[in-house]
């Protein structure tokens, strides 16, 4: 079986129970779901679904950087919403964190998520 690697940096936001922020396997990396926590205050950030899913994005770029990858090797994500009314605002900034080719996705919407947020993205890149 391939090692398991585990990823933490302080760059994103601390796991808040019994998980990694990611756990590096062979070539890939998988990075636990991010919501909408600034990495510096420890707080949830202001603002509706499009400004959580940027937050989300950014706190997996700097996840992914610390695994020495980046969003561009991304190859799956999966986008949690508490509302589909807010898949086009979420996905218009989704989309400018992937000019190239997009990895590919899923999007659901679920009754809740930690905190109350609107929003959650998990991914899983290459390494």
């Given at each position: 079986m391939t090692s398991l690697e585990p990823v933490s940096t302080q760059?994103?936001?601390?796991?808040?129970?019994p998980y990694s922020q990611a756990v590096v396997?062979?070539?890939?990396?998988?990075?636990?779901?991010?919501?909408?926590?600034?990495?510096?205050?420890?707080?949830?950030?202001?603002g509706g679904p499009a400004d959580q899913a940027r937050r989300c994005l950014e706190n997996l770029q700097a996840v992914l950087a610390a695994a020495g990858t980046s969003l561009d090797r991304a190859v799956r994500m999966t986008v949690f919403?508490?509302?589909?009314?807010d898949f086009a605002a979420v996905n218009e900034v989704y989309a400018t964190f992937f000019p190239g080719v997009p990895p590919a996705r899923a999007c659901v919407e679920v009754s809740r998520l930690p905190k109350d947020v609107a929003v959650e993205i998990d991914c899983i890149a290459a390494r």
């Open positions: 760059d994103a936001p601390a796991a808040i129970g396997a062979g070539d890939l990396v998988f990075c636990s779901g991010q919501i909408a926590i600034d990495p510096t205050s420890g707080e949830l950030i202001a919403l508490t509302d589909l009314g």
